[in-house]
C-alpha cells in the first residue's frame, strides 16, 4: 500500500506537496465555499498522496497498512473537519447522515473485524489497519455528510475526469520512454511494472499511482462513473466529454496491461449499457454510432489490443502465473480452515503466511489474490459479512437513485451499482480493495452516491414545502365574499 522511496522520487513528492499546499492557501484564501476547496484538495491528493510514517514499518505487508502513517489526504481531510466543525452545521449533518443503515453499518463491519485480533500474531499491523480504515470512513462521512448541493457533486466528478486526463498523459510519456518507470516508485515495486511474453519484455506504465493495477482498478471506476454520466446526462457536449474520458480511462488499462480491472469493467459497461437501453437512454442514432465507432477503434487499436492479448493471455507464461495465484488462494483457503469463524488476525495475512504454506510458492510472500478470500483469512466468516453488508447497503441506495427521474441521481445510482460490480468481478483475481488509491476513490465515490441521496430528500421537501404554500395562498378566484363585494 505504502511504500518508501527515496532520491529523486522523494525531491519530487517533497516538490508537489510544497506547490500544491501553497495551491490550497491561495485557493482558500480567495475562494468563498472552503469545504468545497478542501473536497477538491482530498480528490486531487490520490493522484501522488505524500507519507509520514510512524514507529516499525512492515514493507512486506501487502495487503494493509505497514505502519502507522500521516498522509497528505489525511491532512487535507483534517482541514476539512476543522471548516466543517466551525461551520456550526457538524453535528446536526452527522446525526442526520448516521440516520441512514450506509452510514453506520462501515462502523459494524470494522466492528466486526475485532474478533481476530485474538487470533493476530502482530497486534501493531491490528492497529495500524484500523486507525487506517478509521481514516477511509471519516472520508466516506465527510463526502457524504458534507456535500450539499449539485454544484460540489459536479465539481467533484470533474476533479476525478481531470485526474484521468492527468493520469494518461503520465501513461503516455512513461511509455514512450520519456519519464523512466523507476522514476516514481521503489524497488519494492519494480518487479510489477514489466510483462514478460514469449518474445520480449514489455513495460507497465502506472500513472504517479505506484502499481500498473492500481492504476487499472483508479481508471475503470473512473470509467464508470463517466459512463453513466454520458449515459443520464441531458447536453451532448456533456455527454460526448464523458465518453472522451472513458475511453482515455480504457486506454490506460490497456497501456498498463492491468488484466483484472479489464476483466471487470468490461462486462460492468456492458450491464450499464443494458440498464440504460432499458431506460430508453441510447437512441437508434446512438446505437448506428456507437456501433460504428467501436468497430473503427478495434481496428485502429488492433495492434495494441493484439499487444495486450499475447502479454496478458497469449503468452505460454500465462499458466504459470494463474498456477501461482491458485496456489496463493490455495494458502487463502488453509487458514480459512484453521479460523472461519473469526480468522487470523486483521492485518497478519503476510505475518501467518509461513504456517500454512505446503510446497514451494511461485510468487512467494504476497497475499491470496483473491479479495474475499483474503478478507476471510484474516477477519473470519464474521468480518467476510461485514464487507459484503456494506456492499448491500451502498447497492439498495444506488438502486433507489437509479428509479430516480433525475438524470444526475440517475447517473450516479448507475455508477455505485458499476463500481460495486467491477469491484465484485475485478477483485476475484486482486486485493487492489485493500490498496490506498482504490480505497480512497471508492470510498469517495460511495460518499457522493450518499449525498445524492441526501440531496434528493432535500430536494423532495422543499418542492413539498413549496407546493403547501402554494395551496394556503388565499385566492380570489371563487371567494363568495369577494365575488359579492365585486358585485
Known amino acids: 500500500m505504502i511504500f518508501a522511496a527515496g ?12 506547490a500544491t499546499a501553497a495551491a490550497l492557501v491561495l485557493a482558500l484564501i480567495l475562494v468563498r465555499d472552503r469545504p468545497l476547496v478542501l473536497m477538491v484538495a482530498v480528490v486531487a491528493t490520490i493522484t501522488l498522496p505524500v507519507h509520514k510514517l510512524f514507529g516499525p514499518f512492515y514493507e512486506t505487508t501487502y495487503s494493509g497498512a505497514p505502519g502507522l502513517v500521516l498522509s497528505s489526504t489525511m491532512i487535507v481531510l483534517g482541514l476539512l473537519y476543522v471548516v466543517w466543525m466551525a461551520g456550526g452545521t457538524f453535528g446536526r449533518e452527522v446525526l442526520r447522515a448516521l440516520r441512514r443503515p450506509a452510514f453506520w453499518i462501515p462502523l459494524v463491519a470494522m466492528l466486526l473485524t475485532l474478533p481476530s485480533v485474538a487470533s493476530a500474531r502482530n ?24 456535500v450539499r448541493t449539485r454544484r460540489q457533486v459536479v465539481v467533484l466528478l470533474v476533479t476525478f475526469g481531470v485526474i484521468a486526463v492527468f493520469e494518461a498523459g503520465v501513461v503516455v510519456l512513461q511509455k514512450a520512454g520519456l519519464l523512466n518507470l523507476a522514476l516514481l516508485t521503489s524497488e519494492a515495486t519494480t518487479e510489477s511494472l514489466s510483462r514478460a511474453t514469449d518474445t520480449e519484455t514489455i513495460g ?123 496456489q496463493l488462494n490455495d ?47 484474516e477477519t473470519g466468516l464474521v468480518g467476510l459479512a461485514g464487507l459484503l453488508a456494506v456492499g448491500v447497503a451502498l447497492a439498495w441506495n444506488a438502486i433507489g437513485l437509479l428509479r430516480s427521474r433525475d438524470p ?80
Open 408 to 487: 444526475l441521481f440517475r447517473a450516479m445510482g448507475s455508477s455505485m451499482l458499476g463500481i460495486l460490480l467491477l469491484n465484485l468481478i475485478a477483485e476475484q483475481l486482486s486485493y487492489s480493495m485493500r490498496q490506498e488509491v482504490p480505497l480512497l476513490t471508492f470510498w469517495i465515490f460511495a460518499g457522493l452516491t450518499m449525498a445524492c441521496v441526501r440531496i434528493r430528500e432535500d430536494e423532495a421537501r422543499a418542492r413539498g414545502a413549496s407546493a403547501g404554500a402554494v395551496s394556503r395562498e388565499p385566492t380570489t378566484e371563487g371567494s363568495p365574499a369577494l365575488v359579492g363585494a365585486g358585485a
Open 331 to 377: 494458502v487463502g483457503w488453509r487458514m480459512i480452515d484453521a479460523s472461519p469463524l473469526v480468522g487470523l488476525g486483521l492485518n497478519n495475512y503476510t505475518q501467518m503466511l509461513a504456517d500454512y504454506i505446503e510446497e514451494p510458492l511461485i510468487f512467494a510472500g504476497y497475499p491470496a489474490h483473491n479479495l474475499f478470500i483474503l478478507t476471510t483469512a
Open 7 to 18: 532520491g529523486t522520487f522523494f525531491t519530487i513528492l517533497l516538490a508537489v506537496a510544497l
Open 123 to 146: 497486534d501493531f499491523l491490528v492497529f495500524a489497519q484500523f486507525v487506517f480504515m478509521t481514516f477511509i470512513y471519516l472520508l466516506f462521512l465527510a463526502i457524504g455528510a458534507r
Open 204 to 326: 507497465r506504465p502506472f500513472g504517479t499511482l505506484i502499481h500498473p493495477v492500481f492504476l487499472g482498478i483508479t481508471m475503470a471506476m473512473i470509467a464508470v462513473v463517466m459512463f453513466s454520466l454520458a449515459l443520464y446526462l441531458q447536453r451532448t457536449w456533456i455527454r460526448l466529454m464523458c465518453l472522451g474520458v472513458v475511453v482515455v480511462c480504457l486506454a490506460q488499462i490497456l497501456l498498463a496491461f492491468a488484466r483484472g480491472p479489464l476483466i471487470g469493467v468490461a462486462p460492468t459497461l456492458l450491464v450499464l449499457l443494458i440498464i440504460g437501453a432499458a431506460h430508453h437512454r441510447v437512441s437508434a442514432r446512438a446505437w448506428v454510432t456507437g456501433i460504428l465507432a467501436v468497430a473503427i477503434a478495434l481496428i485502429a487499436l488492433s495492434p495494441l489490443l493484439m499487444s495486450f492479448y499475447d502479454a496478458n493471455f497469449g503468452s505460454k507464461r500465462v499458466s504459470l502465473e494463474v498456477d501461482s495465484r491458485t
